[in-house]
């Protein structure tokens, strides 16, 4: 017996007939759009939701960093490294003091003491031109908790910012 190729199949000729259709038709492109519409509104509030949660813990944490200076400012104050004047709160007379630095007046070489590197930001804060030690509300230690008050210490910071947390609670009361 001779070997013999299988029979081709019967292939039309591209120009012998109607051609299968590329492409979507207007339905299936509709239904898509459709989709992606609900998707979208879906994701652009989480989204909003998230980089607002992100901004809040950058917030807590310029707070928790400029109040762990202020204490650690009063805990120098208080073990005598620090100068005080009579009638002195003990805590610091402005921001700029923590980057600044303060002489140390136990340190035989009276070098100086740093209790920050740099005053964070305020994230909520809109005016990039300011400075960071502006940009703050100051509460004075003779101020009231309700209604703080700058005055010749600095007791406390807060935002200055009007915004409510997403916890319910205003920045300004953190």
């Given at each position: 017996?001779?070997?013999?190729?299988?029979?081709?199949?019967?292939?039309?000729?591209?120009?012998?007939?109607?051609?299968?259709?590329?492409?979507?038709t207007?339905?299936?492109?509709?239904?898509?759009l459709?989709?992606?519409?609900?998707?979208?509104?879906?994701?652009?509030?989480?989204?909003?939701?998230?980089?607002?949660r992100h901004?809040?813990?950058?917030?807590?944490?310029?707070?928790?960093?400029?109040?762990?200076?202020?204490?650690a400012?009063?805990?120098?104050?208080?073990?005598?490294?620090?100068?005080?004047?009579?009638?002195?709160?003990?805590?610091?007379p402005?921001?700029d003091?923590?980057?600044?630095?303060?002489?140390?007046r136990?340190?035989?070489?009276?070098?100086k003491?740093?209790?920050?590197r740099r005053i964070?930001?305020?994230?909520?804060?809109?005016d990039a031109?300011?400075?960071?030690?502006?940009?703050?509300?100051l509460?004075?230690y003779?101020?009231?908790?309700q209604?703080p008050?700058?005055?010749?210490?600095?007791?406390d910071?807060?935002?200055r910012?009007?915004?409510v947390?997403?916890?319910g609670?205003?920045?300004?009361?953190?």
């Open positions: 017996m001779i070997w013999a190729p299988p029979p081709l199949a019967a292939v039309p000729h591209p120009a012998a007939g109607p051609r299968p259709s590329r492409g979507f207007l339905i299936e492109l509709m239904v898509t459709g989709i992606l519409a609900v998707l979208a509104t879906l994701v652009v509030p989480t989204a909003q939701v998230v980089g607002q901004k809040e813990q950058e917030l807590r944490l310029a707070l928790r960093e400029i109040r762990d200076a202020i204490d400012y009063k805990r120098a104050v208080d073990e005598g490294r620090i100068a005080r004047q009579a009638g002195d709160t003990g805590y610091p402005d921001l003091v923590l980057v600044d630095g303060v002489e140390d136990r340190h035989p070489k009276r070098t003491m740093y209790f920050l964070p930001r305020d994230p909520f804060h809109a031109q300011a400075s960071n030690a502006d940009i703050w509300g509460r004075a003779a101020s009231d908790a209604d008050q700058a005055g010749d210490d600095v007791y910071v807060y935002s910012s009007e915004r947390g997403l916890n609670v205003p920045l300004k009361a953190w």
